[in-house]
């Protein structure tokens, strides 16, 4: 299950920030330990450590940070430093929400996470409907609502003629890696002729979103919210990816995503050897040698 957080960002790009984090600090965690990781790799950056260790604290605490939520920073009871492209950005106990913000200016973060989807509008779910199929049906199917789906990013290549071949070729891009993907499964996506919407086939038998497993939704969420990244600078903070993914996805996970947008800053927690196993060593770094 994955959440979302951030905005996709036009076609027409402007210039923007590196969005890379150098270097994070988290204090009075649990009222007893501060944590500092300095010197993070602008691509890659795997957490690991053992259950309890606060892996799950630190993530949910930088996306309070990045989307200046001083109320959940509030209840954390932690204070938090982050250094982005050399910017220091700090919440202590009296910061405000005001004082916050303008600082996060040209900060374009996102948070997937595989824990406690929310509903956002339950009168939009299906009875069928799980909350990692209501997840995929929104950014697949939405329109007009920031911006922010596969659907309205399809329709501007027709809004705007001049960006149609941009957008077609990153379309094809997309398509090409989830069929890499999903070659095992002997599935391909496209577009259904008839009803314009996204679809697998398998042969002639058409597959609808909610046919597909757990962690097909699941990579195709992750492959979908950083495809509409749209190759724009973004830090991207992933708890424990692979739960539900196959050990192949899980080996290839990184590479895919620094396909589709090679601008994009991984930070990853997991208990997974398969996630870090393939080359990634030297990307991996210990909770539990963070903890001041």
């Given at each position: 299950?994955?959440i ?32 500092r ?32 939520d ?15 492209d ?76 001049e ?127 963070l903890?001041?």
């Amino acid at each position: 299950m994955l959440i979302g957080k951030g905005a996709c960002l036009p076609v027409n790009h402007k210039k923007m920030k590196a969005n890379k984090i150098e270097r994070i600090e988290l204090r009075n965690i649990w009222g007893k330990f501060n944590f500092r990781w300095e010197n993070l790799n602008p691509d890659v950056n795997i957490l690991t450590g053992i259950n309890g260790s606060g892996k799950t604290t630190f993530f949910n605490t930088i996306d309070a940070l990045l989307s200046a939520d001083t109320k959940k920073l509030k209840l954390y009871n932690i204070e938090a430093e982050v250094t982005i492209d050399g910017e220091r950005i700090e919440y202590t106990k009296s910061t405000t929400a005001a004082s916050l913000k303008p600082k996060l200016e040209g900060v374009n973060y996102l948070k997937i996470s595989t824990f406690d989807v929310p509903i956002k509008d339950r009168r939009k779910m299906g009875k069928e409907d799980s909350p990692l199929l209501s997840e995929l049906k929104e950014i697949v199917y939405s329109v007009g609502e920031n911006n922010n789906s596969f659907s309205d990013y399809r329709l501007r290549a027709t809004n705007f003629p001049e960006q149609a071949e941009h957008i077609n070729r990153r379309i094809r891009q997309f398509y090409d890696t989830v069929n890499h993907l999903f070659a095992g499964t002997g599935k391909t996506i496209g577009i259904d002729p008839m009803t314009n919407q996204l679809i697998f086939k398998d042969g002639d038998e058409i597959i609808h979103l909610y046919k597909l497993s757990s962690g097909e939704k699941q990579l195709l969420i992750i492959l979908l919210r950083v495809f509409l990244m749209d190759e724009q600078p973004y830090i991207l903070l992933m708890d424990e990816p692979e739960i539900s993914l196959h050990i192949e996805w899980q080996y290839r996970l990184f590479e895919e995503i620094q396909h589709l947008n090679p601008h994009c800053q991984i930070i990853t927690s997991t208990h997974s050897p398969s996630i870090f196993g393939d080359g990634w060593q030297d990307k991996l770094v210990f909770m539990e040698d963070l903890i001041a």
